[in-house]
């Protein structure tokens, strides 16, 4: 079984900036398709925020996010980090690592089969 693993996550200010990261813990991220980055917020459903196409190494954002969050990956390919810079209130939420199989769509939840634990950013005003 793959297990993911994020970190980096905790209590900032507006303006500031995380890195999250995210290991995989069986298995390099090579054999997958593609890893990604959801959130969710309390009392909201589960929002795609970043992706990237392992093998292409392409990358895509949702619009909220565009200019401020990167998506990267080590030289070893075994962790995947997501940069947050200008963080705000809105960007408060839970996390997920997840990766995906060859398949599907890289913004739908139902694409990814394995999940990470999840990590809480809070961003206070």
């Known amino acids: 079984q793959v297990q993911l693993v994020e970190s980096g996550g905790g209590l900032v200010q507006a303006g500031d900036s995380l890195r999250l990261s995210c290991a995989a813990s069986?298995?390099?991220?090579?054999?997958?398709?593609?890893v990604g980055w959801f959130r969710q917020a309390p009392g909201k459903e589960r929002e795609f925020v970043a992706a990237?196409?392992?093998?292409?190494?392409?990358?895509n954002y949702v619009d909220s996010v565009k200019g401020r969050f990167t998506m990267s990956r080590d030289n070893a390919k075994k962790v995947v980090y997501l940069q947050m810079n200008s963080l705000n209130a809105e960007d408060t939420a839970v996390y997920y690592c997840a990766a995906r199989w060859f398949g599907g769509t890289y913004n739908t939840p139902e694409s990814f089969h394995f999940w990470g634990q999840g990590t809480q950013v809070t961003v206070s005003s």
């Open positions: 069986e298995r390099a991220f090579s054999n997958y398709g593609g």
């Open positions: 990237i196409n392992w093998s292409g190494g392409s990358t």
